[in-house]
Nanobody
Framework: QVQLVESGGGLVEAGGSLRLSCKAS????????MGWYRQAPGKQRELVAS???????SYADSVKGRFTISRDNAKNTVYLQMNSLKPEDSAVYYC???????????????WGEGTLVTVSS
């Protein structure tokens, strides 16, 4: 199994910054894509940003130019630097990774428990 532990959420004023971290641990054979999703009250979970094992990134249009995703493969950790935060960025942010534990199971999705980000106006 893979455990994902997120940190870095909190309360920030509009225009401020936060940095989220997510560390994967467990009996991991390999980690492929890592990413961040978010879910606001009454809304569906949406992809915020993702990064491949080779470092290619993609972003939701709503966060392009403000958020930056990065990863440290040696530490099995993914980061999300969030700048110029807006009240509409308020949500629970979930870390996701596609990882292989055993070759029989293949690539599977794993999720963290989420970290709350609240942006005040």
């Amino acid at each position: 199994q893979v455990q994902l532990v997120e940190s870095g959420g909190g309360l920030v004023e509009a225009g401020g910054s936060l940095r989220l971290s997510c560390k994967a641990s467990g009996k991991i054979f390999s980690i492929h894509d890592m990413g961040w999703y978010r879910q606001a009250p009454g809304k569906q979970r949406e992809l915020v940003a993702s990064i491949t094992s080779g470092g290619s990134t993609s972003y939701a249009d709503s966060v392009k130019g403000r958020f930056t995703i990065s990863r440290d493969n040696a530490k099995n950790t993914v980061y999300l630097q969030m700048n110029s935060l807006k009240p509409e960025d308020s949500a629970v942010y979930y870390c996701n990774t596609k990882a292989v534990v055993t070759m029989i199971l293949g690539v599977m999705d794993y999720w963290g428990e989420g970290t709350l980000v609240t942006v005040s106006s």
